[in-house]
């Protein structure tokens, strides 16, 4: 009985360990993501002539392929099959070129998940004629490989070992009727493969604001899926705003990405694309210059958290939410502001409190700080922003246990 009773009592210990070397570790990692990587991937990509699928896309998905084996993916190679079908611009007599490459998982190799996008691109004129000689492509889709490429660099970068084995994709043949990934999504179940979640991204360097929406696309099989990224992204990614269509709309639009092929098979699925809908979409001006890739670069850490929670390990939904937290029920307003903004919360023990700005950059606004300690009960403190320009910032509200982030907007 006794070793029984030291383990129940060492045993929430334990976990309230691993949960905070968890989140330490996920923050260290989100640190390292980085914008210019994934813009010069999205311009390599754009230097393609064309990615009409037409031209063939084998020197594409060959640059890939080399992209993977650089980031230790060794394994991974072109996934070519032939195709004869019909489509809405023509017949397709050739093949086509996916990519794959994987980390084994350490524990269930035999059980998947996937981070893919689509590699082709297409463009029409402004009589939506489709244009045969060039294509643009940036955001469409370059922006969705960068993200999959970004994964696969902080994977080496961090020696993450996987729980279950990842496959890292680029799909040829979207545009023309999501042709490559149902080609991948129809093997996998016929060879009954356990694949427990495929993450596709279409489209997500686009925004017109600085108050950064990402939707979530979602199947009827994987809504748990879609509330536990939405949650992941409060915790972790307070930049981006996760949005999620009503019913729907939803099953409408999600139609027409990579995902909707791994749904059709039974396969659970998301699908991550910008709120504001590029208006160079299908155009030769789909092209980086129009685009911000620090917003793509949010996105991609927002794959990442989802991904590592699926597949590496379960990342807490709350900060240090296995302990019993001094810092509870916290407010800022008025928000948006002007002069000045206040800070109510409520503790549940004598705490120091330190309250902290940073601008749209991550840059501490170091005048801003604040630092007191507070009785048990309920506080408001008044912070003064006459002397902050307008914009975005994020309110860090912090105690020895917990730290929480609130977004801020200045008028």
Request: proline share 3%.
């Amino acid at each position: 009985m006794k070793k029984l009773v030291i383990s129940i009592i060492f045993i929430p210990l334990f976990i309230n360990m691993l949960h905070s070397q968890t989140e330490e570790q996920i923050l260290n990692i989100l640190h390292e993501f980085n914008r210019d990587s994934i813009q010069q991937t999205v311009l390599d990509l754009q230097a393609f002539p064309n990615r009409l699928v037409f031209h063939g896309n084998r020197e594409v998905a060959q640059y890939l392929t080399n992209r993977l084996h650089r980031y230790g993916i060794e394994n991974a190679t072109i996934d070519s099959f032939y195709v004869e079908r019909q489509t809405g611009f023509g017949s397709i007599h050739q093949y086509l070129y996916n990519v794959k490459g994987s980390i084994i998982g350490e524990q269930i190799p035999d059980s998947f998940l996937i981070i893919g996008s689509h590699l082709d691109a297409i463009s029409f004129d402004e009589n939506q004629n489709l244009i045969y000689d060039q294509t643009g492509g940036a955001d469409d889709n370059a922006s969705g490989i960068a993200v999959m490429i970004e994964m696969a660099r902080i994977f080496q970068k961090f020696n993450i070992k996987p729980t279950i084995t990842i496959d890292f994709m680029a799909f040829d043949g979207e545009e023309l009727g999501l042709i490559g990934s149902a080609y991948d999504a129809q093997q996998r179940r016929e060879h009954d493969q356990k694949l427990s979640l495929m993450l596709n991204n279409d489209m997500i360097s686009h925004t017109l604001t600085d108050e950064w929406e990402v939707i979530l696309f979602w199947y009827p099989n994987a809504m748990n899926i879609v509330t536990t990224t939405q949650q992941l992204c409060e915790n972790y990614i307070p930049r981006l705003t996760p949005y999620v269509h009503p019913n729907e709309e939803s099953n409408y639009l999600s139609h027409f990405s990579d995902s909707y092929s791994y749904y059709q098979q039974n396969f659970k699925a998301l699908f991550f694309c910008e709120k504001d809908f590029s208006p160079y979409y299908h155009t030769l001006s789909d092209v980086a210059a129009n685009y911000n890739f620090d917003y793509a670069c949010e996105v991609a850490k927002l794959n990442f958290v989802t991904l590592f929670h699926y597949a590496v390990a379960n990342i807490p939904l709350s900060a240090n939410q296995s302990v019993s937290h001094n810092l509870g029920k916290i407010q800022v307003y008025p928000n948006p502001a002007s002069h000045s903004t206040n800070v109510s919360f409520n503790l549940s023990e004598n705490t120091t409190v330190a309250i902290t700005l940073f601008d749209i950059t991550g840059k501490q606004v170091s005048e801003s700080i604040f630092t007191q300690t507070f009785p048990e009960g309920n506080h408001t403190i008044t912070i003064n922003l006459s002397e902050l320009t307008a914009g975005v910032y994020f309110c860090k509200i912090s105690t020895n246990q917990k730290s929480e982030i609130r977004k801020l907007i200045i008028q």
